[in-house]
């Protein structure tokens, strides 16, 4: 067992490791019950502090899902007191405290994980449909990372501009063959369909807790800063900031790839054209950041 965290305790008792046979605090993590000692020092071995001996304590283990994952202990520093069954049901109160959080914490950590999961699955189902297009997701995350951490998204946003900006175009899998791999410009049937992909996208992350947020980026990534894009027309700052980000970089990492009908332009071409459409097609900002995230990366 580990000493995780403590008030009043030598520093050096934090982080040590206790012998799962040492004390009487091995007691209340095999057992499950709670400890009235005499002598704190009974408890943990070492410390042999005089700081801690001769003080009465307590432990309570901590126990969620069925186990013992924890305890929780105290003493007292006042001469001649005794710990009581009132302050063993305070600390057994703050001991639940500590398992609802980490029992939270354990969920949480396993959600994040079948969200992870469910993000993998989609990108290597995208990968064998078409190759190129995974490649160009991989290019796409890259940039949006890039320009995310230059306009300052806090951790969480990151995250799902991540996940967002890998599955921009997973719903380019229901886009029949005939259109998702015609070697040329598409005709104006074509394109309809390929239009309808952000949305398909949006309804397929839709349907997978957790990554709601992510499903609404993903619909509204070819939306346009002047409100001409698809598929609501959505303009300005209503666009999600998340999609206003994939959308430029989605336009530069497909310029800068070669396509069956046309060769890669090279990166400061491809600029040229981002900023062409600033204000129009793009969010000045992230034209601004996508520029400084390109230079950065050359």
């Known amino acids: 067992m580990i000493a995780a965290a403590g008030h ?28 009235l000692v005499t002598d704190y020092a009974e408890l943990v071995r070492p410390p042999e502090t005089a700081s801690v001996r001769g003080c009465a304590g307590a432990a309570v283990p901590i126990q969620w899902n069925g186990r013992v994952g924890g305890a929780l202990s105290a003493a007292t520093t006042a001469p001649h007191s005794e710990f009581g069954k009132e302050q063993l049901e305070l600390l057994a109160e703050l001991a639940d405290l500590a398992a609802a959080a980490l ?5 949480r950590r ?9 993000v993998e699955a989609l990108a290597a189902a995208m990968d064998m449909r078409d190759r190129r297009t995974a490649r160009h997701s991989e290019d796409v995350v890259r940039l949006a990372i890039a320009v995310g951490n230059l306009l300052h ?17 997973v719903g380019k899998i229901r886009v029949p063959d005939a259109v998702l791999h015609k070697p040329g410009p598409l005709d104006e049937q074509e394109y309809d369909v390929i239009r309808c992909h952000s949305a398909w996208g949006a309804e397929t992350l839709a349907g997978i807790p957790g990554l709601e ?8 990534h070819h939306e346009r800063w002047d409100g001409a894009g698809y598929p609501d027309g959505l303009s300005g700052a209503r666009i999600p900031l998340g999609s206003r980000i994939i959308c430029a970089c989605d336009a530069y990492a497909a310029m800068t790839a070669d396509r069956p009908y046309r060769d890669a332009m090279d ?8 900023v062409c459409g600033c204000g129009s097609q793009f969010d000045p900002a992230v034209v601004d950041a996508l520029s400084d995230a390109v230079a950065e990366m050359d």
Request: hydrophobic share 50%.
């Open 153 to 169: 998204l806090d951790a969480a946003s990151l995250v799902e501009l991540e996940f967002a900006a890998r599955l921009h175009d």
């Open 110 to 118: 396993q959600f994040d994980e079948l969200i992870e999961a469910h």
């Open 267 to 274: 990166s400061d071409k491809a600029l040229q054209e981002i």
């Open 8 to 35: 009043g305790l030598p520093w050096d008792l934090i982080g040590a490791r206790l012998g799962a046979d040492e004390g009487s605090l091995a007691r209340v993590l095999t057992s499950g019950e709670s400890l």
């Open 103 to 107: 029992e939270h914490a354990s969920e």
């Open 213 to 220: 947020a992510v499903a609404a980026v993903v619909r509204f």
